[in-house]
């Protein structure tokens, strides 16, 4: 049972930081909330039609993908 503790500990340390990471952000913002080229890369598709809009913001997310990856391979590398 230590171990899901300590797994619970380094989840709410995650969100912790990703929270003060989006109120910093929303100070930093343009108009329109949040970092203006995330969500608008090239690779994010966005279809509008008469009274649907669907987003899949495809390079967003890879880019997020790649970024935690790093991230988690250089601080939990043995």
Request: charged content about 15%; overall charge positive.
């Amino acid at each position: 049972m230590s171990g899901l503790g300590k797994a619970l500990i380094l989840l709410g340390s995650i969100l912790l930081v990703l929270g003060a990471i989006f109120l910093a952000v929303g100070k930093w913002s343009n108009s329109e909330g949040g970092w203006g080229w995330l969500g608008r890369l090239p690779g994010d598709f966005i279809i509008k039609r008469d009274n649907v809009t669907f987003y899949f913001p495809l390079a967003t997310s890879i880019i997020i993908s790649v970024v935690g990856s790093l991230i988690f391979y250089f601080f939990f590398r043995r």
